[in-house]
């Protein structure tokens, strides 16, 4: 099978030797020297759990909790028409929802276009038939709206919507609240299923509770909804696979009933979620990650600005979360790798993390020489 883009590219960057090379391919955090950062919160966490002479190893439950997503106080949970589920990062509560819709609730799935790449394989993998709704437009570099609508309302009625809660993954674009409100409506008119895709809780705004307003939004309308979790990012828990799928259904019954479906399904994949990225979730860090990121976005644009790059980079500061899309061609993108050592993925995305003071000028050079000359 031929190798995933990302990881080959990664591997790529790797193995290349130039001192000044910069990664911007994998959505993972880095600090400003460019380094992983483990989290001050999860170092805490990790010595109490070091020191508590009762923390253990045991099997772990399976319960998962969706205050973080829901909000404590959400209806849903008041009146327990919500169940939540451990998972294996946000893959898999994406994979577990496919599994579970298939089973449950077969229709088209519509992921937008573009969308983060594994979107098509885990719906496909689950044997459901997967189609793109228009969602970026590369003219204005912005939501393609009005075809999004068209979309929406174009689709066979219950069709499956992939919506992502927050930090769109590649283009870092959100519809706003009032486009969202019309989403809603739409869907509710045509009685579409949403599958809230929630990678980035917290990296758009820096705010968990704002980045969540889509998928409580969707709760009060009275929505039945799946939305996957991952804490991969805003844990910085990449490797610990701590994710969680919650579900919001007409009442308590219908919840329960598909706890025991969700449980029937953890149980013949993975049997028991992993428990160590579960005991130390915690919220405290969130915001150092958010502003890290948007200064560099205000860097960039404001080198391109002194540059007098060609074209217009507003969108650089306008979008949000990890990652942006540059907008620059498939040509430029091979340019800037094998001149500069920058890299990107085909479409141009970039993830932001990988910027820093050290290297965000030099970045910036090479994407004015790249627009200029290839
Ligand atoms: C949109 C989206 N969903 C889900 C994921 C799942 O990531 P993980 O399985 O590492 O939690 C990612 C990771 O890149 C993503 O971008």
Redesign the pocket.
């Known amino acids: 099978m031929p190798e995933d883009p990302i990881f080959k590219l990664l591997n790529e960057c790797i193995a290349d030797q130039d001192p000044t090379k910069i990664n911007l391919s994998v ?1 993972a955090y880095r600090d400003n020297a460019g380094k992983p950062w483990v989290l001050p919160v999860v170092k805490k966490a990790k010595a109490q759990l070091l020191a508590d002479p009762n923390a253990n190893h045991e099997y772990f439950g399976l319960d998962g909790s969706a205050r973080l997503i829901l909000g404590p106080n959400s209806s849903a949970i008041t009146s327990k028409r919500y169940t939540a589920i451990q998972t294996v ?4 509560a ?1 994979r577990l929802a496919a599994d579970f819709l298939s089973r449950f609730r077969p229709a088209t799935v519509y992921i937008t276009n573009p969308t ?1 790449g ?1 979107h098509p394989k885990i719906f496909g993998a689950a044997h459901l038939p997967v189609v793109e709704y228009q969602y970026w437009n590369p003219q204005t570099r912005t939501l393609n709206y009005d075809i999004l609508l068209d979309n929406l309302r174009n689709a066979a009625r219950g069709s499956i919507f992939v919506l ?1 809660a927050c930090a769109h ?1 590649p283009t870092g674009l959100d519809p706003t609240q009032e486009q969202w409100k019309e989403i809603a409506a739409i869907m509710k008119e045509k009685d579409h299923f949403p599958f809230f ?1 929630c ?2 809780q917290g990296f758009a705004s820096g705010d968990l509770d704002k980045d969540a307003w889509a998928v409580r939004y969707f709760v009060d309308q009275g929505f039945e909804l799946l939305c ?1 979790q ?1 804490y ?2 805003n844990f910085g828990l ?1 490797s610990e ?1 701590a ?1 969680c799928l919650t579900g919001v259904f007409k009442d308590s019954d219908t919840a329960q009933r598909a706890r025991s479906q969700f449980m029937a399904l953890v149980r013949c994949s993975i049997s028991n979620a992993p428990g160590f990225g579960a005991k130390i979730v915690d919220i405290e860090n969130l915001k150092t990650m958010a502003n890290r990121i948007t200064l560099m976005r205000e860097k960039v644009y404001n080198h391109l600005t002194e540059l007098k790059t060609p074209g217009n980079w507003t969108h650089i500061t306008s979008q949000i979360g990890m990652f942006s899309y540059t907008g620059i061609s498939v040509k430029q993108v091979a340019a800037i790798k094998s001149k500069f050592h920058v890299y990107m993925t085909d479409e141009g995305r970039i993830s932001m993390a990988g910027l820093n003071e050290s290297n965000v000028k030099r970045f910036a050079e090479a994407i004015d020489w790249v627009v200029r000359n290839a």
Do not use: I, L, M
Not at 89 to 92: F, K, V
């Open positions: 959505g990062s946000g893959t898999g994406n983060w594994n992502h993954n895709d990678a980035y996957a991952s991969a990012k990449y696979r994710g």
